[in-house]
Structures are given as structure tokens and as C-alpha cells.
């Protein structure tokens, strides 16, 4: 779990760094999240013991859980780099905005988790769905907790 939390701060903070720079920086973030994808998936298979007929049938749902929580990622993608993009010169209404998309991001993420985990629990035992969303939840801990260290908290007065 050392190698896969550095690995994540390592992605984070460069694409964090992107947020504001230009198309070349897109490419990099676009390259990076894909390393994080694959490397992700690696954690979870060494992570969840999945016999041969469990993976079998395991990781083409999980391919597709994985795209739809990628489409949900990638509007949090944006919603960063917005915020970075306008950080100096954030307006309360702006400020608002963003939090209601996040608001948005973080209600559509459980959805997705909601919708299936029924159909893990039709894959895999109850104890192994439970590990699985164990180990969702430590990774996307340790991204939200590298994402919070690298973005600045809104000033509370406007800047001049």
C-alpha cells in the first residue's frame, strides 16, 4: 500500500501542477491518469484474493464500474482545474458554483458505488465485496487527502 500511496501523491500533485497550465499539460495529466488506472487495478488484484472463476467474472464488471467512475472523475478533473485556473480572482458566485458541482461530483461517485455494489455481491462473496470497497475507499482516501494538501482553500475575502 507505500508504493501505491507514493505513486498516487506522485499523480496528484502533477496533475494538480497541470490544472494550470496548457494542452501539453493535458496530454501529461491524460497519461498520468491512465498509470493511475492501471496501477489501481494492480492494487486491487493483489489486494482482493479472488479465486479463478471470482476474477473470471469479477473484473469485467469492474472495468465498467471503473469507466463510469471515470466519467465522475473526470468532471472533478475539471472542477479543479477550473478552481486552479481561477483561484486568484474567485467571485462568491463562482465560489458557490463550484461547491454545488462538487456537491453534484460527490452525490453521482456514491450513485454509481450504490448501483454496484448489487451486482458484486451477485460475483462475489459478502466479506470479498466488503474488502473490495475497503480498499476503493483507501485509495480514493489517500487521493482526496494528497488533492487537499495541494489545493489552497478559498481566501474569505475577494481578491483585489
Known amino acids: 500500500m507505500r508504493a501505491a500511496r507514493l505513486l498516487l501523491t506522485l499523480v496528484v500533485v502533477l496533475a494538480s501542477a497541470t490544472g494550470r497550465a ?16 492501471a496501477n489501481k ?46 483561484y486568484a480572482t474567485l467571485t462568491d458566485e463562482h465560489a ?18 450504490r448501483e454496484y455494489l448489487p451486482q458484486f455481491a451477485k460475483l462475489l462473496p459478502g466479506r470479498k465485496v466488503a474488502r473490495f470497497l475497503q480498499i476503493e475507499n483507501k485509495i480514493d482516501a489517500v487521493v482526496r487527502y494528497d488533492l487537499a494538501s495541494e489545493i489552497p482553500v478559498v481566501e474569505e475575502s475577494a481578491a483585489r
Not at 496548457?22 to 488506472?37: C, P, V
Not at 467474472?57 to 473526470?74: A, G, I, R, S
Not at 458557490?96 to 458505488?113: A, C, F, M, P
Open 22 to 37: 496548457g494542452e501539453a499539460d493535458d496530454a501529461n495529466l491524460d497519461i498520468l491518469r491512465s498509470t493511475i488506472r
Open 41 to 86: 487495478k494492480a492494487l486491487v488484484a493483489t489486494s482482493l484474493t479472488l479465486k479463478d472463476d471470482e476474477a473470471a467474472k469479477f473484473w469485467p464488471l469492474y472495468d465498467e464500474y471503473q469507466k463510469k467512475l471515470t466519467e465522475v472523475n473526470d468532471r472533478l478533473v475539471a472542477l479543479v482545474k477550473d478552481y486552479t485556473t481561477n
Open 96 to 113: 458557490l458554483k463550484l461547491s454545488e458541482q462538487y456537491l453534484g461530483i460527490e452525490d453521482d461517485r456514491i450513485k454509481v458505488r
